[in-house]
């Protein structure tokens, strides 16, 4: 069964840094593309960061350009959210998802195209 685990979540003050990771188990890690999304209290899930299979391309929301960073770690099956200089408005539940997807693919930030989501780690910035 195929399972995403986040961690790393917690309560930070504004401009410090959290690091999210997420454990896949159940399928095939390198068949899939990688992404973090989140959703604010009252407002829809939107995309953050996403990450090639082969981890060569990122995409990121403009939002978090430049202080969030997104990585992943094949021989552990685990995608990372670096999270620097935050921010009140970067409180959220935060998911990490899978995209079954070709190698050559570019990355996507279409949350439907997300075959698999994690339940979810809580971030909470405050001033």
């Known amino acids: 069964q195929e399972q995403l685990v986040e961690s790393g979540g917690g309560g930070v003050q504004a401009g410090g840094s959290l690091r999210l990771s997420c454990v896949v188990s159940g399928f095939t890690f390198t068949y899939y593309a990688m992404g973090w999304f989140r959703q604010a209290p009252g407002k829809g899930r939107e995309f953050v960061a996403t990450?090639?299979?082969?981890?060569?391309?990122?995409v990121y929301a403009d939002s978090v350009k430049g202080r969030f960073t997104i990585s992943r770690d094949n021989d552990k099956k685990t995608v990372y959210l670096q999270m620097n200089s935050l921010k009140t408005e970067d409180t959220a539940l935060y998911y990490c998802?899978?995209?079954?997807?070709?190698?050559?693919?570019?990355?996507?930030?279409?949350?439907?195209?997300?075959?698999?989501w994690g339940r979810g780690t809580q971030v909470t910035v405050s001033s």
């Open positions: 998802a899978a995209d079954r997807t070709i190698l050559t693919a570019p990355p996507t930030i279409s949350q439907e195209e997300y075959d698999f």
């Open positions: 990450i090639t299979r082969n981890g060569r391309s990122t």
